[in-house]
């Protein structure tokens, strides 16, 4: 029996009950990074039911299973995010979460629901399914560095894998349509935080003080000329203070000061040197004020590149499932994404199933307490990665059917 994409996407359809059901129970039961412990508990069921052998508690509630196929072939890592935001839901649905100040706000529940359908399927596809494939469900991908920690934790060993695939429902991106494109998708996110010591003192009396108000608003300031003055005009660079707390009083000159930013770039060079730069910036333009600047700066995401061969191989798997009329190209975006901790070790890629529907109202980015998505995304989103996977083995992904 040869094998048949358009059957594969007929039987992804075929779930679309238990994608809904399983999306909208876990929309209902959002957990926060490093607490998904109901989540994975689903999670281990279904796969554990499916015969898979199955690890929990990865990264804390991590949970990896492995399938293996038929045949000789590369071993695969599929990766799932589990986590939600502290966000108050806003809609009025009946699948509304149920824990105030919680919400799947970026749609991680249809992660989670269409990672299940995939391992449903690849199960029932097994006999077509060369290599292995590790199913790697990921706790804390907002900003809390879930991936690295599974990678400390060893899922990047026994097996290793020879290349990674990752999805994204993406509310820019009509219903229907995806994204799947080699090169820098998303960025390489990092933080600084800044204090500023000074001398406080009465606001009468500024000559008897190190006003460390004043020069943090020097520092805001200079900072801007990083972008300006410093990074090639060919590359990118954001570079935006978010936070800056300072003062008690209105007639009280503060000796404290606190700023907190992130910068943004698909250049891992441009990084290092905007770290370095913000660096001596504050702390020379604090010196020069008669303060201090403690200045801490990390990275907490390198940038997401897609693997060319990778890409050509989900492509295929898109040309089959929605048409190549469906398939869009985006400019990179700044927002950064962890599976890239993966995609920094591993080839593969990550692509971005649309999830976006005027007609329904479903049009609030990621993140707004309003956010939701169009569920006739998750069987495209089920069909593709499986897809994927079964595409993948056959010799290395190159044309062959
Ligand atoms: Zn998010
Ligand atoms: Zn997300």
């Known amino acids: 029996m040869s094998l048949d994409l358009h059957q594969v996407r007929k039987d992804a359809y075929a779930l679309y009950d238990q994608l809904i059901a399983w999306r ?57 995010d589990m986590d939600a935001l502290p966000v108050e839901e806003e809609n009025d649905v009946p699948y509304r979460s149920e824990y105030p100040g ?119 300031t200079g900072l801007q000329t990083i972008v300006s003055r410093n990074v090639d005009p060919l590359e990118s660079l954001v570079l935006t203070v978010g936070e800056l707390h300072s003062g008690s009083a209105f007639n009280i000159i503060p000796g404290q000061a606190t700023l907190r930013g992130t910068m943004r770039t698909f250049n891992m060079n441009t990084m290092h040197m905007a770290q370095a730069r913000l660096r001596s910036l504050a702390e020379g333009v604090a010196q020069a004020y008669g303060a201090r600047a403690d200045v801490r700066t990390e990275v907490i995401a390198p940038p997401v ?58 049009v609030y980015g990621h993140h707004h307490p309003r956010f939701d998505i169009d569920e006739d995304a998750l069987p495209i989103g089920a069909a593709l990665m499986t897809a994927t996977a079964l595409l993948a083995g056959q010799n290395g992904g190159e044309r062959k059917e």
């Open 305 to 362: 590149i897609n693997d060319e061969q990778a890409t050509r191989v989900v492509r295929r798997a898109a040309e089959a499932i929605v048409g190549p009329e469906n398939i869009v190209t985006i400019k990179p975006v700044m927002v950064s994404e962890d599976m890239a901790e993966f995609l920094t070790r591993v080839p593969g890629c990550f692509f971005l199933v649309g999830a976006r529907n005027e007609e329904k109202g479903i």
């Open 102 to 220: 919680r919400m799947h706000a970026c749609g991680h529940d249809g992660h989670v629901a269409i990672g299940l359908a995939t391992a449903t399927l690849l199960v029932r596809y097994r006999e077509h399914l060369r290599g292995r494939v590790k199913f790697v469900f990921q706790p804390a991908e907002e900003g809390m560095g879930g991936a690295l920690r599974m990678i400390q934790e060893g899922v990047l060993e026994n097996p290793k894998p020879d290349w990674a695939f990752g999805l994204h429902l993406w509310n820019p991106i009509p219903v229907g349509k995806v994204v799947v494109q080699s090169g820098p998708l998303m960025a390489a996110a990092g933080r600084f935080d800044i204090d500023v010591v000074g001398r406080g003192g009465h606001g009468a009396q500024p000559h008897l003080t190190v006003d460390a108000l004043v020069t943090a608003a020097h520092i805001v």
């Open 24 to 80: 909208r129970d876990l929309h209902k039961h959002p957990e926060l990074g490093f607490e998904e412990r109901r989540t994975a508990t689903i999670i281990a069921e279904h796969l554990t039911s499916l015969g898979l052998h199955v690890q929990t508690g990865v990264a804390r509630t991590g949970v990896v299973a492995l399938l293996e196929g038929s045949q000789e072939g590369p071993t695969l890592l599929l990766r799932f």
